[in-house]
Structure formats: C-alpha cells, structure tokens
C-alpha cells in the first residue's frame, strides 16, 4: 500500500510539474514609447535632423520582438526597422531589418536594389563593460573598393557609470574591414560616444532626457544631441 501511495504522489508531482511551470512564466510584456530628438545621429553618422522616433514592442521568457521607426520634420527621411531578439543572463543575440528610404520609396520592394538591409547581431553585457558585433548579411552590405560585397560589421565597447547626479555611458566603436557603408580602408574607429541621463521631474510627471555627444574619427564629424523619452 506504502508503494502503491508512494507511486501515486510521484506521479502526481511529476503531472503537476508542467502545469505550475506554465503559471510560473512570465507573461508576454508589452511597451510603447517615443523619443524626440534634436538630430538623428547613430554609429557615427548623421542621419537626419530632429526627429521622433516610436517604439512598439513585446517580450516572452527573453524572447523579444519590437518595431522602431523614425520620421524627420523635414519629411525628407523615414526609417522603419524590425527587430528579433533573445537574451538570457547577459548574453544576447538578434536579428534587425532595417529599412531606410526618403518618402517616395515603397516599403515592399525586395530586389537586387532593395531599401532593406539585414544585420545579425550578438552581444554580452559583463556589467562593467559591454560588447557587442553587428554585421549586415542582406541587402545594401556595402562594398569594397573593387565593387565586391563587404559585409560591413560594426563592433562596439560600451561602459555604463554614474557621475555628478547622472547616469553616463561611454562607448568605443570601430568597423574591422573595408566597406563603404562605414567609409573605412580597413580597420578603423568610427565612433566615440559619450551620453548622459537623468530623470527630469515637471510637476507630478517624470520625463527621462539624455544628451550625447558622438564623434566619427574616420569623418571628422562630430555631434550633439539633446532628446526626450516618453
């Protein structure tokens, strides 16, 4: 009887285990946002002028799928990029298809001079320090000197602190090969950045805000920008 009972609850736990896991996951999260920025600046390039950008996305057991866009006041620029994504711990890694056109060009064109650009991308965030390789593998990819396919990769080492009543990150980014997407002979730094941010109390409302300051050694471009998150 003691064995027959000892069976029974065995199997009991073992039938009642996938149920309480499945009420012990984590529900699909959803967010939504939009920042204001006084230029569009990104991997040490000047993309447009001030611009809002909305987020809409949702998240599952590390799985994550997110729309972003970005339009210009001048109207002159639009981006839309779909992102996918899973991380565990501190590791990560996604794939990002990127669309890039002004307000003439059609969303759904998928031939050999196709807006869209496919980059896969994997990261580890140490805390200290974080890193992160992206290189595009479709569409536009860039391309060498000699008109081949170059496959331009954009690596990154960022570090996150806090200094004087703010929140800073500081990030080193460099493009390994040649390309033209980067305008990069070779190895070369493209991208120095340092941002802050804080919490800006109005009223009972808190609104974060940031500014950055990116600086492209191989352009000899350099950027300031201010921007509000909603």
Same mark, same amino acid.
């Given at each position: 009887m003691k064995k027959v009972f000892s069976f029974l609850l065995m199997a009991s736990i073992f039938c009642l285990n996938p149920i309480s896991s499945l009420y012990a996951a984590e529900p699909v999260k959803g967010s939504i946002g939009v920042d204001l920025v006084s230029t569009y600046a990104w991997r040490g390039q000047k993309l447009d002028g001030a611009a809002i950008q909305p987020t809409l996305g949702i998240e599952w057991e590390? *799985? #994550? $799928? #997110?729309?972003? =866009?970005?339009?210009?006041?001048? =109207?002159?620029?639009? @981006? *839309?990029?779909?992102?996918? =994504? /899973?991380? &565990?711990?501190?590791?990560?890694?996604? $794939?990002?298809?990127?669309? !890039?056109?002004?307000s003439s060009t %059609?969303?759904?064109t998928y031939?050999?001079?196709?807006?869209?650009?496919? @980059?896969?991308n994997i990261g580890y965030d140490f805390g200290p320090v974080a890193f992160s390789w992206n290189t595009y593998f479709l569409g536009f990819v860039g391309l060498t000197s000699e008109g081949k396919k170059a496959y331009a990769t954009y690596f990154e080492v960022s570090a996150p602190f806090s200094f004087a009543g703010l929140e800073w990150s500081a990030a080193v980014a460099a493009s390994p090969w040649e390309n033209d997407f980067y305008g990069v002979k070779g190895? =070369? &730094? &493209?991208? !120095?950045? $340092?941002?802050a941010s804080k919490d800006?109390?109005?009223? #009972?409302?808190?609104?974060p805000v940031f500014a950055q300051i990116m600086a492209?050694?191989? #352009?000899? %471009? !350099? /950027? *300031?920008t201010f921007g509000l998150s909603f």
């Open positions: 590390g *799985l #994550s $799928l #997110s729309a972003w =866009g970005s339009t210009g006041f001048s =109207g002159d620029y639009r @981006e *839309l990029d779909f992102s996918l =994504g /899973y991380s &565990v711990g501190g590791f990560s890694i996604g $794939l990002t298809d990127y669309w !890039c056109a002004d %059609k969303y759904f031939h050999r001079d196709t807006p869209h650009m496919l @980059e896969a190895f =070369g &730094v &493209v991208n !120095c950045s $340092l941002t800006l109390e109005i009223g #009972s409302a808190t609104i492209n050694p191989r #352009s000899q %471009k !350099c /950027y *300031l």
